[in-house]
């Protein structure tokens, strides 16, 4: 018998390798196994068994699978089949989207042994002092030699990883080591703890009595039907360890190590349920929802309620509703900064049987979790994009909130959209899917439009509170009367005084931290940028750095200027930072805080930021965008948004609906309470349409004028587009690469509804130390276009290029 595995690598195709006699009864698919490839050992995934070895393999060397990690498979068959259809439609090896689906931590990686040979402790004896502290090859020598043997990762805490490598070839080639393989250590491992049970209450088989302590011990766990743990144990009984360890010598307890659960959400009290009373409209769409879950068809609903027309009330009936008929949940949120107040809701909800994924979680946490809903101990399931590859068994229902978020695109391979992504898994698993956004991207409005959605349209706010009143302040204006560039119009700073004097609160909004967005020398007119990127570096004054936000290069604030010893370095633009020192300034005497990933980076942060926000005692908030979504501040009556035209300049043609959605989305934060509320927004550009129609905060009349640009120019949803990025740190080699696929695509595409364009310099032509070109296709019919591809692609290789310098994106968010 052979196993086909899929590998995490950067490989298209599965590889075959034979199953030894004892392991043909345990294999599964979906298990993982460690097998071996070139000189390493790798944890692939089973995708497939076969009885027979296919022809085309019949004149190569099949080897054996080297072991099986599990005899039950940690990849179910739904979870199996969704990766490979993100495998196929995004491009993406199959292992590496298998891996993804998993929770870091779990895969079993090979580690690299250096040990020493005889010939090598022979010659570093003869080495002079003086070139044994002078030369890193030798220094690696000798700590092998005294280590005996020494992984490739301990010696990288000395050297580098790039440095390692190559010392360790040079060091084998002389045969002065022994390089091998071996089996490194899963990292995530259930927790355990010492837990105590008692055996006898009455005296022990000694015939002595127990003293006072013992006592106290003994009536503590005599009214628990569970072991306690020890720790517990004693704080309750007021004993010390040694106690119970005593009782456990003479018999009356047993102490044993038991697996503790790493809970996330147990700082969260389950608290009373606050029963609304659904509107009819709401009762109208929860029907439709659950008449489809009860006939196990799938449905995509699109749900298009403005801020505060209570949709998250009817996805909790939603899912209320899936529980009660046996089957199960997922509630997709487009950022981490969202699941604590989404989870806490649910938590009161439905306790114990919800569960929750995301990145922040430690690999530990991540695993108990994914374990509970592996198991069923977890029917509801709420995360981020990830979070779709929950295990997740007779699936009901999947929500994805705020469905237009560009987050739910990732970044790095692969590439999947994770909205789209639940949309295949509902599809697969006949589920119901809902769709929630005030401002719904245009594609998923544009698939209700043409009936492949069920669109429903939530316009008013619950208790008849009236939408924000929005007010658009000309910056241009604000220029010509003070002679100089403002961060704060008067009429905003108004506004704020204004709003503090009848004891409200206010959020301002900038997308962009830091200090100052750029340095520059006003003697030579140099801006400072990252030697890896073409960016120019962010002034970051809580750290007095020069950070680029892309690669985290850092360097120190400069004196002068490193070109022409200018002493005049000016700051130009602000950043959240600037503009939270500005109203500090401003308002002294009120409490101001500012949320942003600078803020936010210690675990608990956000949650503490927002916690202290929601109870009154921060009176303004300024931030990014992270305060734009979700968020329900009774007491917030004021939003101020400072400078949106960064957004509207970049090269994209998603650019006006990104900044139609935020100002959409943060004006939706005022004014959600009894009291009334108010929109400021400030720009150069107050005629562009983006911003009329979120003044009038009309998507309908957006949406017809941006369809029709999209239509012209031929972008989503009229055609389907692939990003190809072509990146190398050679930019004649990422030309030669570029010119290629340039050249292979033209030949491919016999489709003249296909339209090939570039390659080109990609807008940030420069990230991380490589150069980067970008070729587009833009095709009418996605099938012939994916056909094309896939034939350069294959041309590609066998011209003799590496297409690790080359990412395809399918459907692509970001141009940038």
Same mark, same amino acid.
């Given at each position: 018998?052979?196993?086909?595995?899929?590998?995490?690598?950067?490989?298209?195709?599965?590889?075959?390798?034979?199953?030894?006699?004892?392991?043909?009864?345990?294999?599964?698919?979906?298990?993982?196994?460690?097998?071996?490839?070139?000189?390493?050992?790798?944890?692939?995934?089973?995708?497939?068994?076969?009885?027979?070895?296919?022809?085309?393999?019949?004149?190569?060397?099949?080897?054996?699978?080297?072991?099986?990690?599990?005899?039950?498979?940690?990849?179910?068959?739904?979870?199996?089949?969704?990766?490979?259809?993100?495998?196929?439609?995004?491009?993406?090896?199959?292992?590496?989207?298998?891996?993804?689906?998993?929770?870091?931590?779990?895969?079993?990686?090979?580690?690299?042994?250096?040990?020493?040979?005889?010939?090598?402790?022979?010659?570093?004896?003869?080495?002079?002092?003086?070139?044994?502290?002078?030369?890193?090859?030798?220094?690696?020598?000798?700590?092998?030699?005294?280590?005996?043997?020494?992984?490739?990762?301990?010696?990288?805490?000395?050297?580098?990883?790039?440095?390692?490598?190559?010392?360790?070839?040079?060091?084998?080639?002389?045969?002065?080591?022994?390089?091998?393989?071996?089996?490194?250590?899963?990292?995530?491992?259930?927790?355990?703890?010492?837990?105590?049970?008692?055996?006898?209450?009455?005296?022990?088989?000694?015939?002595?009595?127990?003293?006072?302590?013992?006592?106290?011990?003994?009536?503590?766990?005599?009214?628990?039907?569970?072991?306690?743990?020890?720790?517990?144990?004693?704080?309750?009984?007021?004993?010390?360890?040694?106690?119970?360890?005593?009782?456990?010598?003479?018999?009356?307890?047993?102490?044993?190590?038991?697996?503790?659960?790493?809970?996330?959400?147990?700082?969260?009290?389950?608290?009373?349920?606050?029963?609304?009373?659904?509107?009819?409209?709401?009762?109208?769409?929860?029907?439709?929802?659950?008449?489809?879950?009860?006939?196990?068809?799938?449905?995509?609903?699109?749900?298009?309620?403005?801020?505060?027309?209570?949709?998250?009330?009817?996805?909790?009936?939603?899912?209320?509703?899936?529980?009660?008929?046996?089957?199960?949940?997922?509630?997709?949120?487009?950022?981490?900064?969202?699941?604590?107040?989404?989870?806490?809701?649910?938590?009161?909800?439905?306790?114990?049987?919800?569960?929750?994924?995301?990145?922040?979680?430690?690999?530990?946490?991540?695993?108990?979790?994914?374990?509970?809903?592996?198991?069923?101990?977890?029917?509801?399931?709420?995360?981020?994009?990830?979070?779709?590859?929950?295990?997740?068994?007779?699936?009901?229902?999947?929500?994805?909130?705020?469905?237009?978020?560009?987050?739910?695109?990732?970044?790095?391979?692969?590439?999947?959209?994770?909205?789209?992504?639940?949309?295949?898994?509902?599809?697969?698993?006949?589920?119901?899917?809902?769709?929630?956004?005030?401002?719904?991207?245009?594609?998923?409005?544009?698939?209700?439009?043409?009936?492949?959605?069920?669109?429903?349209?939530?316009?008013?706010?619950?208790?008849?509170?009236?939408?924000?009143?929005?007010?658009?302040?000309?910056?241009?204006?604000?220029?010509?009367?003070?002679?100089?560039?403002?961060?704060?119009?008067?009429?905003?700073?108004?506004?704020?005084?204004?709003?503090?004097?009848?004891?409200?609160?206010?959020?301002?909004?900038?997308?962009?931290?830091?200090?100052?967005?750029?340095?520059?020398?006003?003697?030579?007119?140099?801006?400072?940028?990252?030697?890896?990127?073409?960016?120019?570096?962010?002034?970051?004054?809580?750290?007095?750095?020069?950070?680029?936000?892309?690669?985290?290069?850092?360097?120190?604030?400069?004196?002068?200027?490193?070109?022409?010893?200018?002493?005049?370095?000016?700051?130009?633009?602000?950043?959240?930072?600037?503009?939270?020192?500005?109203?500090?300034?401003?308002?002294?005497?009120?409490?101001?805080?500012?949320?942003?990933?600078?803020?936010?980076?210690?675990?608990?942060?956000?949650?503490?930021?927002?916690?202290?926000?929601?109870?009154?005692?921060?009176?303004?908030?300024?931030?990014?965008?992270?305060?734009?979504?979700?968020?329900?501040?009774?007491?917030?009556?004021?939003?101020?948004?400072?400078?949106?035209?960064?957004?509207?300049?970049?090269?994209?043609?998603? @650019? &006006? /609906?990104?900044?139609? $959605? *935020?100002?959409?989305?943060? #004006?939706? %934060?005022?004014? =959600?309470?009894?009291? !009334?509320?108010?929109?400021?927004?400030?720009?150069?550009?107050?005629?562009?349409?983006?911003?009329?129609?979120?003044?009038?905060?009309?998507?309908?009349?957006?949406?017809?004028?941006?369809?029709?640009?999209?239509?012209?120019?031929?972008?989503?949803?009229?055609?389907?587009?692939?990003?190809?990025?072509?990146?190398?740190?050679?930019?004649?080699?990422?030309?030669?690469? @570029? &010119? /290629?696929?340039?050249? $292979? *695509?033209?030949?491919?595409? #016999?489709? %003249?509804?296909? =339209?090939?364009?570039? !390659?080109?310099?990609?807008?940030?032509?420069?990230?991380?130390?490589?150069?980067?070109?970008?070729?587009?296709?833009?095709?009418?019919?996605?099938?012939?276009?994916?056909?094309?591809?896939?034939?350069?692609?294959?041309?590609?290789?066998?011209?003799?290029?590496?297409?690790?310098?080359?990412?395809?994106?399918?459907?692509?968010?970001?141009?940038?």
């Amino acid at each position: 018998m052979f196993a086909e595995v899929a590998i995490p690598l950067h490989v298209k195709q599965t590889f075959t390798y034979s199953l030894s006699e004892w392991l043909r009864e345990k294999a599964q698919p979906g298990c993982r196994v460690i097998v071996p490839l070139g000189k390493k050992l790798y944890t692939a995934y089973i995708v497939a068994l076969h009885e027979s070895l296919d022809p085309s393999l019949a004149d190569v060397e099949v080897k054996e699978i080297e072991e099986l990690v599990d005899e039950t498979p940690v990849v179910t068959p739904e979870i199996l089949d969704l990766t490979r259809w993100i495998a196929d439609y995004y491009i993406a090896p199959w292992g590496e989207v298998i891996k993804a689906a998993l929770p870091s931590g779990i895969n079993v990686a090979s580690e690299t042994i250096l040990s020493i040979t005889d010939i090598g402790r022979e010659i570093l004896e003869s080495v002079p002092p003086n070139r044994l502290q002078n030369s890193s090859k030798w220094q690696a020598l000798q700590a092998i030699a005294e280590a005996g043997m020494l992984s490739s990762r301990e010696l990288q805490k000395t050297f580098s990883k790039a440095r390692v490598s190559a010392i360790a070839r040079e060091l084998e080639e002389a045969g002065f080591i022994r390089v091998t393989q071996q089996l490194g250590q899963i990292t995530s491992k259930p927790k355990l703890q010492n837990v105590v049970r008692l055996v006898k209450r009455s005296e022990t088989e000694d015939g002595k009595p127990f003293k006072e302590q013992q006592q106290r011990v003994i009536e503590v766990l005599s009214g628990l039907d569970e072991p306690l743990s020890l720790s517990e144990l004693t704080a309750r009984a007021g004993v010390s360890a040694s106690v119970v360890r005593t009782l456990e010598k003479r018999g009356a307890v047993e102490i044993f190590a038991q697996e503790v659960r790493r809970d996330p959400l147990a700082h969260i009290p389950v608290q009373p349920i606050e029963e609304f009373i659904l509107t009819d409209k709401q009762t109208e769409i929860w029907r439709k929802i659950v008449d489809r879950i009860d006939q196990g068809e799938y449905t995509t609903f699109l749900l298009h309620g403005v801020t505060g027309s209570g949709k998250t009330e009817v996805y909790i009936r939603a899912m209320r509703a899936a529980i009660e008929r046996g089957k199960t949940a997922l509630m997709l949120v487009p950022e981490i900064s969202l699941t604590p107040m989404f989870s806490r809701r649910l938590r009161n909800h439905f306790a114990d049987l919800v569960a929750i994924l995301h990145s922040s979680l430690s690999d530990g946490e991540r695993l108990d979790e994914w374990n509970r809903i592996r198991q069923g101990e977890a029917r509801i399931c709420i995360g981020t994009r990830s979070a779709v590859f929950a295990p997740l068994e007779n699936l009901g229902l999947v929500v994805v909130d705020e469905e237009h978020e560009t987050s739910y695109k990732q970044e790095e391979t692969p590439r999947y959209h994770g909205r789209d992504t639940a949309i295949m898994r509902a599809l697969k698993a006949k589920a119901v899917v809902v769709l929630g956004s005030a401002t719904p991207s245009l594609e998923s409005y544009h698939n209700a439009q043409q009936g492949k959605y069920i669109y429903f349209r939530m316009p008013d706010r619950i208790g008849g509170r009236s939408l924000a009143d929005v007010e658009v302040i000309d910056m241009r204006q604000v220029f010509a009367r003070h002679g100089k560039q403002q961060a704060l119009s008067d009429e905003l700073k108004s506004a704020i005084a204004e709003n503090f004097e009848r004891g409200q609160q206010t959020m301002v909004l900038l997308n962009r931290r830091g200090f100052s967005a750029f340095v520059l020398c006003r003697s030579c007119g140099l801006a400072i940028h990252c030697p890896n990127c073409d960016v120019t570096l962010t002034y970051h004054r809580g750290i007095q750095r020069l950070v680029c936000h892309y690669c985290n290069h850092q360097t120190g604030v400069p004196n002068r200027c490193p070109v022409c010893e200018g002493k005049y370095i000016y700051y130009v633009g602000e950043g959240t930072e600037q503009l939270e020192a500005l109203l500090r300034e401003l308002f002294p005497t009120k409490t101001i805080a500012r949320l942003d990933r600078d803020t936010t980076r210690r675990r608990g942060s956000y949650e503490k930021i927002i916690t202290e926000f929601a109870s009154g005692s921060i009176d303004l908030l300024v931030g990014t965008q992270m305060i734009a979504k979700g968020h329900d501040f009774p007491n917030v009556t004021l939003v101020g948004v400072v400078s949106v035209d960064a957004g509207l300049g970049l090269p994209d043609f998603r @650019a &006006a /609906e990104r900044t139609f $959605q *935020l100002l959409t989305q943060v #004006a939706g %934060r005022a004014g =959600r309470g009894d009291r !009334p509320g108010r929109v400021m927004i400030q720009t150069y550009h107050p005629e562009h349409y983006s911003l009329t129609h979120a003044r009038a905060q009309d998507y309908q009349a957006f949406y017809q004028q941006e369809i029709r640009f999209r239509q012209v120019m031929h972008y989503p949803p009229f055609t389907a587009l692939i990003n190809l990025l072509i990146h190398h740190k050679d930019l004649a080699q990422a030309n030669a690469i @570029a &010119a /290629e696929t340039a050249r $292979q *695509l033209t030949a491919a595409s #016999a489709d %003249r509804s296909m =339209r090939i364009l570039g !390659p080109a310099p990609a807008p940030l032509s420069r990230l991380r130390g490589e150069h980067r070109l970008q070729i587009l296709i833009k095709a009418r019919n996605r099938t012939s276009a994916r056909q094309a591809l896939d034939v350069a692609l294959e041309n590609i290789v066998q011209a003799g290029y590496d297409l690790r310098h080359l990412t395809v994106e399918v459907d692509p968010i970001n141009l940038m």
